[in-house]
């Protein structure tokens, strides 16, 4: 019996960080044996907001690549593959984009959100505003059955459902498989600043590919309770980052549960629950960045990986396109 498949990926716009992992990089480390995975890297969606920094995407497609080694990604189990490489992508998209329309477009909650953050109200690019569409074009491609994201996702997935039961419906086929979304145990991971979610563009993450002393730095930084001003006051749990951290990354959490009792009875410094994270986030990025670090040797060969990638992907996806040509009487 052939495995199912998962198809998910990354824009690269940067390297990949903590929150990544706990949203969606875990879960594909832990399922890469028991499905058929493909990895794309999404540059021609990266584009449609850094149409204007070409260099920027070029240099991460890279970067993300090693990210999804060091995190444990095993290249002779997945595909790891760039999306421009895979031009029956750009021709599903196409024929998708008769199925949706912009008025649904513009209700998509993500998108509606980056809109918002990028200022993009005044001048939003089409391609931008599409690439819902494009990346059901991903997405159906593959006859994915599993697509592992983080909750910002979640709305895409939706969108996809619903191209694939429009297309099948109007074409009197069965050819594009709906699917279902997976997030992470740990719904949004918050930044070190405690006010946004972990994101690139807020300068508010820890990558996996920080070193020791940038992890210290950043952990020195974490929001914790500004009323905690000496060791002896009560402080409080709720909304300090280093104990949502905890929660996330510390294996013992009975002791969790005991620092955070400390806390708010007060005598409990800031300092030591600092050390005691950062040694944690050590422990948990060290080996990912070795790996990524004997990777990084080579990055031809990384490069040459993801050649080889795209044509897996373009073979598995030409499957689906000439299907969707078929039904849709094209010659
Ligand atoms: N939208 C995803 C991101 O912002 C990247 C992406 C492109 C993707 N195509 C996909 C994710 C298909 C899952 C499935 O990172």
Redesign the pocket.
């Known amino acids: 019996m052939a495995k199912p498949i998962i198809?998910?990926?990354?824009?690269p716009t940067g390297p990949l960080h903590l929150g990544h992992y706990v949203g969606s990089l875990a879960n594909r480390v832990r399922l890469q044996h028991e499905y058929q995975q493909y990895l794309?890297i999404?540059d021609t969606?990266a584009l449609t907001d850094n149409y204007d920094n070409p260099d920027r995407v070029r240099t991460n497609i890279l970067e993300v690549a090693l990210d999804y080694l060091g995190a444990g990604i095993d290249p002779e189990k997945n595909v790891i593959f760039i999306q421009s490489k895979v031009p029956e992508l750009y021709e599903l998209t196409v024929h998708f984009l008769n199925l949706v329309t912009v008025a649904r477009l513009m209700r998509n909650p993500t998108v509606k959100d980056e809109i918002k953050q990028k200022n993009m109200e005044e001048s939003l690019p089409a391609g931008f505003l599409m690439y819902p569409v494009s990346?059901a074009a991903?997405?159906l491609a593959f006859q994915t059955d599993l697509?592992p994201?983080g909750e910002d996702?979640n709305p895409?997935i939706e969108q996809t459902n619903e191209i694939a039961r429009r297309f099948n419906f109007l074409y009197k086929t069965n050819c594009l498989k709906e699917v279902k979304p997976l997030t992470g145990s740990v719904g949004r991971l918050i930044g070190i600043d405690g006010k946004l979610k972990m994101s690139k563009s807020a300068g508010n993450a820890i990558m996996l590919s920080d070193s020791f002393n940038e992890i210290k730095a950043k952990v020195q930084k974490m929001y914790t309770d500004p009323n905690h001003l000496k060791v002896s006051d009560p402080g409080q749990v709720e909304g300090n980052v280093v104990f949502a951290f905890l929660d996330v990354f510390d294996p013992d959490k009975a002791a969790v549960e005991e620092l955070k009792d400390h806390y708010r009875r007060g005598g409990l410094g800031d300092g030591v629950l600092k050390q005691r994270l950062t040694g944690i986030l050590e422990d948990f990025i060290a080996p990912i960045r070795k790996r990524r670090e004997d990777y990084a040797k080579d990055r031809e060969e990384v490069l040459r990986l993801c050649f080889k990638g795209s044509e897996q992907a373009r073979e598995k996806a030409n499957q689906t396109l000439t299907q969707v040509r078929e039904v849709m009487k094209l010659l």
Request: glycine share 6%; aromatic share 0%.
């Open positions: 198809l998910t990926g990354d824009r794309i999404a969606q990346q991903d997405i697509v994201v996702q895409m």
